[in-house]
């Protein structure tokens, strides 16, 4: 059984293979093993599943799910300095850690782990959102996400219909995946400590997306709809339909897109797909 707390303290291994956090990679490292082993059971009944965890650096979280009932850990990670790290920390993990020196931006992350697979990650601010919407291009492929974001961010992912923060992310991480927040970390318990609180939210990909649409079609039109948030849908959508595309899907013409639901963008796209409009 791995144990995380028999190995040497992390910032022991921050010093010895000098990982100094840079700012250009959006390090900030997670020391607290109670919060990263938090993380981990907000993940749930992880038994049997293969884990991918992103940006892992000196190990933190990574100790934390080898605790975990996973079946096998893959940690994706830039960085040479932390990959040394966790290639030594592979050693004590009883080969259910594989290490890939690797940037998760340009990585078809399901395409080196078998099935079932979860993403488990504290993401870095900088490339967070980004990797977060190419691993829903390709959703089901995943049973889910654990992930922690800068809490403006987490808000935009989770948000309801109605608030200032639900927009473009929140409609396509609610139709291919039930979302709920976990739970802030404060700045304080990272190294170096980063300008805003974090939020740790979890996403479980639904069977099927939540209305029928095309993602491209959906994607057209959260972008009109949100481009011009203060306009009725009717002036915003202009450009692929405004008032009659409205009227096919149902969807009062004087609404603004804040105030429509996830079905209701999904019924826009349908109208515009039979209009035969390009997404």
Not at 135 to 151: C, I, P, R
Not at 173 to 180: I, P
Not at 251 to 275: G, N
Request: glycine fraction near 8%; charged fraction near 20%; proline fraction near 5%.
């Amino acid at each position: 059984m791995f144990d995380a707390d028999a190995l040497p303290p992390l910032r022991e291994i921050v010093g010895r293979f000098e990982i100094a956090a840079q700012k250009s990679l959006g390090q900030h490292f997670l020391f607290d093993l109670n919060l990263t082993r938090r993380i981990v059971a907000g993940s749930g009944d992880l038994s049997g599943i293969n884990v991918i965890e992103v940006g892992a650096g000196p190990g933190g979280l990574t100790r934390a799910l080898l605790e975990s009932n996973a079946r096998h850990v893959y940690a994706i990670e830039r960085d040479p300095r932390a990959v040394a790290a966790l290639r030594d920390l592979a050693q004590a993990a009883g080969g259910r850690l594989t290490v890939i020196e690797a940037d998760a931006l340009n990585t078809d992350a399901a395409s080196l782990t078998p099935h079932p697979r979860r993403v488990v990650a504290n993401l870095p601010y900088n490339v967070g959102t980004q990797l977060l919407i190419n691993w829903l291009v390709d959703a089901e492929s995943y049973l889910g996400f654990t992930l922690m974001f800068q809490k403006e961010v987490a808000e935009r992912i989770v948000a309801a219909p109605g608030g200032k923060s639900y927009g473009r992310l929140s409609v396509l991480a609610r139709w291919l995946a039930e979302t709920r927040t976990l739970f802030d970390i404060p700045a304080s318990a990272f190294v170096p400590p980063p300008n805003v609180t974090s939020t740790v939210i979890d996403m479980t990909v639904r069977i099927a997306p939540l209305a029928p649409a095309r993602r491209q079609d959906l994607e057209t039109v959260t972008r009109a709809a949100f481009g011009q948030r203060r306009k009725m849908l009717r002036r915003s959508l202009s450009a692929v339909g405004g008032a009659d595309l409205l009227a096919e899907a149902g969807v009062p013409e004087d609404a603004r897109a804040e105030e429509l639901s996830v079905e209701q963008f999904c019924a826009i796209a349908r109208a515009m797909q039979a209009r035969g409009l390009a997404g």
